[in-house]
């Protein structure tokens, strides 16, 4: 003889689960369920502090911010701290201070107003708390506004290239007044050691520039001190000088320096291989 059929649920004739567990359908909780009292927290706004909330608030029911309904807001700041005080009390503390504020002002505009020391009118109780949301709204865009702007490292980054050094030696161009300090020095040392002979001599920036160029021939550098005669007197050593300042204008020299107050040297522009 079979067995009896097992009972139909209504939920299984109806075909609607609860929930799935593992693929399955499940159609009515177990019994030993346990859910933790905070294992869902559902935060439907996020508040930087009790001056936020009291702006979304004021801005959520396009209330004038010049002339707040103290009653209206008040109840709905107090609603919304209540929610908040019951799963973090810690975090509550500095609404409850606002909340207390907000009572006291409301308070303060129930009683019939006082006239000053000076018979003016006085002032609106609310005047301080309006000046404080003011404040916060602006800061809060300028915020906003900082914040649209793009950053590094979040909406751009920058582009690093690495390029490679070459092996050979990149030295500083020589400056003229270095160049000018190394002439004076050859002319003080010229000025030391010159005869008193006076003499006519025919000098030519040609050929001396063509003595300077045979002086480099073959050689990798030259100091640039090597290149004067300090014997042949003043003249011949301004020739040379000049003769060396046409050579570099004409770029079939080139005047380096290592390093600053470094020797100065010379060289021919084109080495050949």
């Known amino acids: ?65 010049l002339d707040i309904p103290m009653a209206d807001v008040t109840r709905q700041y107090l609603a919304y701290v209540e929610q908040i005080r019951k799963t973090n009390l810690e975090l509550a503390s500095e609404y409850l201070l ?25 002032e609106d109780p609310r005047a301080e708390l309006v000046r404080r949301l003011i404040e916060y709204e602006q800061i809060k865009l300028a915020a906003a506004r900082l914040d649209a702007l793009p950053v590094l490292g979040r909406d751009f980054l920058r582009a690093q290239v690495v390029i490679e050094q070459s092996l050979t030696p990149r030295f500083p161009d020589v400056h003229p007044d270095e160049l000018r300090a190394a002439w004076a020095d050859i002319l003080r040392r010229a000025k030391l050691t010159q005869h008193h002979t006076i003499t006519r001599e025919q000098l030519s920036v040609r050929e001396h520039m063509s003595i300077v160029l045979r002086t480099l021939q073959g050689r990798r550098f030259v100091e640039f001190e090597d290149l004067f005669d300090v014997r042949r007197g003043t003249p011949v050593l301004v020739v040379t000088f000049i003769a060396l300042l046409e050579l570099a204008r004409e770029h079939l020299l080139e005047i380096t320096q290592a390093e600053a107050f470094a020797p100065i040297y010379v060289r021919l522009a084109y080495q050949p291989s």
Do not use: C, H, W
């Open 1 to 65: 003889m079979p067995p009896p059929p097992a009972p139909v649920l209504p939920e299984e004739v109806d075909r609607v689960a609860m929930a799935r567990l593992y693929g399955e359908p499940l159609f009515t909780l177990p019994q030993d369920l346990y859910i933790p009292p905070d294992a869902l927290e559902v935060f439907l706004e996020a508040f930087e502090g009790p001056l936020d909330l009291l702006l979304y608030l004021i801005r959520k029911q396009n209330f004038n911010i």
């Open 98 to 122: 606002m909340a207390a504020m907000l009572i006291e002002i409301k308070s303060r505009m129930l009683l019939p107003p006082k006239k000053t020391a000076d018979g003016q009118e006085p």
